[in-house]
């Protein structure tokens, strides 16, 4: 079993919609959380991170850590176009530099 | 600010050539390097991180070899290619706990024929 599950999709959802994204883990040592954005032929870059449980926003943007669950989101509102691309959650432990990641969803907002 | 420079963007090789893909940090002092491939499709796949000059991990026993010769230079290389080393290579820099995550370049792209 992976460390970090993440539904690969795609996804493919209609300009202004909600969109959520998930991760689910095992590893309760983990207290960091990150989403990436990656788009074609590029190197992810940092979207959103949290330590610990509870919400953080930023524009149109949340990312939800439920620990209790192991369970992480990222929620996009009113989706654009140019939110299409590949979304990887990561994980950190308090110790070491180790990132885990998960393999990645693929999202297409359709105009 | 911090950057990264990785080089080249795209490269086409045969198999049984060498390979050098060079990595630079700039801003920052002493940060953990890394080395990432995606396939197509995938996920990302760690092969070596270094936490200093000279210190290299390898985490999947392949035939690339990774080198750190200065704080903010991170190389990896290769003797001979082979079709299986095709793929999208990603370096990556974190400050030394790696706890806001780390900064990637922007990839080079190697097809092996």
């Known amino acids: 079993q992976k460390e970090v599950e993440q539904d690969p999709g795609p996804l493919s959802v209609p300009e202004g919609a909600i969109v959520s994204l998930n991760c689910t883990y095992s590893?309760?040592?983990?207290?960091?959380f990150m989403w990436y954005r990656q788009y074609s032929r590029k190197g992810p870059e940092l979207l959103m991170y949290?330590?610990?449980?509870g919400n953080k926003e930023d524009g149109r943007f949340t990312a939800q850590v439920d620990k209790s669950s192991k369970y992480i989101s990222l929620f996009i509102r009113d989706s654009q176009p140019s939110d299409s691309a590949t979304y990887l959650c990561?994980?950190?432990?308090?110790?070491?530099?180790?990132?885990?990641f998960g393999e990645g969803t693929q999202l297409t907002v359709n105009p | 600010s911090q950057t990264i420079h990785q080089w080249p963007a795209t490269l086409v090789q045969p198999v049984g050539s060498p390979l050098s893909l060079e990595c630079t940090v700039e801003?920052?002092?002493?940060?953990?390097l890394y080395w990432y491939r995606q396939a197509a499709g995938r996920g990302l796949q760690l092969l070596f991180y270094?936490?200093?000059?000279?210190?290299i991990s390898s985490e999947v026993p392949q035939n690339l070899s990774a080198s750190r010769p200065q704080d903010r230079q991170f190389i990896l290389s290769s003797k001979k290619l082979l079709l299986s080393d095709s793929g999208f290579y990603l370096c990556?820099?974190?400050?030394?706990?790696?706890?806001?995550?780390?900064?990637f370049g922007s990839g080079t792209r190697l097809t092996v024929v």
């Open positions: 801003g920052t002092s002493n940060p953990n």
């Open positions: 990556a820099w974190s400050l030394r706990g790696g706890n806001y995550g780390y900064t």
């Open positions: 990561a994980m950190k432990e308090t110790s070491g530099s180790r990132l885990t």
């Open positions: 949290t330590y610990s449980s």
């Open positions: 590893n309760s040592a983990f207290q960091y």
């Open positions: 270094s936490v200093g000059i000279g210190q």
